[in-house]
């Protein structure tokens, strides 16, 4: 699977966990639920990796209702 692949499959899986429980949670729930659906859609996944790693794609999670400079320097 390209990284384009795994994208769809992350923005899906995102978008479908936002449709079924909304806003408002805080943000290790909204991790679970995607680290749950990620599996379930048949992806590898590691939560809380330091950075220094060579896979496809790293996810940040965010469940705040603007992002801000600060934000970013997290990533």
């Known amino acids: 699977m390209n990284e384009n692949e795994i994208s769809k499959v992350v923005f899906e899986s995102g978008l ?3 449709r079924k429980v909304g806003i408002g949670l805080y943000e290790a729930v909204y991790e679970e ?3 749950y659906e990620l599996k379930r859609n048949g992806l590898k996944v590691e939560k ?4 220094s790693i060579e896979d496809k794609v790293i996810i940040e999670i965010k469940a705040v209702p603007e992002i801000i400079t600060y ?3 997290q990533l």
């Open 48 to 51: 809380q990796k330091d950075i």
């Open 71 to 73: 934000h970013t320097y």
């Open 16 to 18: 479908k966990i936002h």
């Open 33 to 35: 639920c995607l680290v």
